[in-house]
């Protein structure tokens, strides 16, 4: 089965094209990002969602908006100083599309910090500054795939040393390829764990109210021929308490074992935005650890993930969106149980109309919920203090 890639980004032509999310699962198409203002409105209308993703394709739409006017030679590139401010006020609005996620700030951030140490230098002109830019994004996409793929072995190789023997997963949200440049995060940790067979299997929560895991998430599942079931948000509890049968009769491999999440922003202090519904599997995990239950919590993160200048969740803003993503829901015609091929995809209210809505995006895990945060550079565990240290693998 191919390789599921949901940014392509060709480094000879300088084009980019992503996967669109809102089509999916049930349409699978690229829609192409030549400028900026493509980049924003694909993050702002989660055709690309997912933290690493998003800051992946906000920085890959600023290359290939600067390479088309290298190409056409534009005027921007009379003077470095010019070229600068013009970079400088695409990455301002860029940032905008999404605020919780505080990989794209950093992403804007590290290229806006390029651009001013290119134009400091005596040699600088607007094309070497574009072309520094272009460069680092291009490293960016690079970088984000090794250390996804980093992170599903650094998590795996912890959680199988704790669980030698086969073992059930709970996760939340999309964090594998479509989330980011390629493998995931939490699901790359899933996704290292079959593959060395200590996977029993996965299940997976719907994420209301925009179903990021039965649109996503069972979308690469299905992809990869990975064991897994979907269930709504509201069945974690019990399921925990009582798995289902699934591949094996071995009562201790269908036990749920690790619930593994990601992160759109790491605070200083080990607490952790995510999708919401998070929080209430952290505290679901801290009853039945309580009761005996052998079960960790662990947050997948890349480190471009974590916020040193927020001290704790308290301080981190929290996404609200649209209200129609409560009350509507969006798919092909089914007739007599059977998705009909080709159907037109409707949208249709499932509340009652006039009802007051609240959507926050996030929700925020106190650290002291948190069991480990696994990055590409190892696993943070914390200790009977409350604090994260490495840990050697």
């Known amino acids: 089965m191919s390789k599921l890639q949901a940014i392509k980004y060709d480094a000879e032509k300088k084009t980019l094209d992503i996967l669109d999310q809102l089509s999916l699962p049930h349409i699978s198409q690229y829609v192409p990002i030549k400028n900026v203002d493509d980049g924003f409105d694909a993050i702002k209308t989660m055709t690309v969602r997912g933290a690493p993703a998003i800051a992946i394709v906000g920085a890959l739409s600023l290359a290939v908006e600067l390479n088309s006017i290298l190409v056409a030679g534009s005027e921007t590139l009379n003077s470095a100083a010019d070229t600068a401010n013009y970079i400088h006020e695409r990455l301002q609005y860029l940032v905008k599309a999404r605020p919780t996620a505080v990989n ?33 994004a291009e490293q960016m996409l690079a970088d984000d795939v090794a250390d996804n793929t980093a992170i599903g072995e650094h ?86 308490r009582a798995p289902p049968r699934g591949t094996s009769d071995n009562d201790d491999q269908k036990k749920v074992k690790l619930i593994v999440v990601g ?103 106190p650290h002291e919920l948190i069991d480990a945060i696994v990055t590409e550079k190892g696993v943070a565990v914390k200790d009977a203090a409350g604090n994260f240290n490495l840990v050697d693998l």
């Open 104 to 136: 794209l700030s950093q992403a804007t951030t590290l290229l806006g910090q390029i651009v001013d140490d290119e134009a400091a230098t005596a040699t600088a002109s607007g094309k070497s500054i574009i072309e520094k830019v272009i460069a680092t």
């Open 155 to 240: 998590g795996a190789d912890w959680i199988s040393a704790l669980y030698p023997g086969k073992f059930s997963v709970v996760t939340i949200c999309n964090t594998g390829s479509l989330a980011t440049a390629g493998y995931g995060t939490a699901l790359g940790i899933i996704r290292s764990l079959h593959l060395r067979n200590t996977l029993e299997h996965v299940y997976a929560l719907e994420t209301r109210p925009y179903n990021q895991g039965s649109r996503l998430t069972a979308y690469e599942l299905v992809h990869e021929n990975i064991p897994a079931t979907l269930i709504s948000d509201s069945m974690a509890a019990s399921l925990i």
């Open 263 to 365: 992160a759109d922003r790491v605070a200083k202090n080990g607490d952790t935005a995510n999708k919401i519904g998070t929080y209430q599997l952290a505290v679901t995990a801290q009853f039945y650890k309580s009761q005996g239950h052998e079960l960790k919590f662990v947050v997948a993160a890349p480190t471009t993930s974590i916020d040193l200048k927020t001290p704790s969740g308290d301080a981190i803003v929290i996404e609200e969106r649209p209200q129609h993503e409560l009350v509507q829901v969006k798919g092909p015609e089914v007739i007599d149980g059977q998705v009909q091929s080709g159907a037109a995809h409707r949208t249709v209210h499932i509340a009652a109309p006039g009802i007051d809505v609240w959507n926050p995006s996030f929700d925020v895990t």
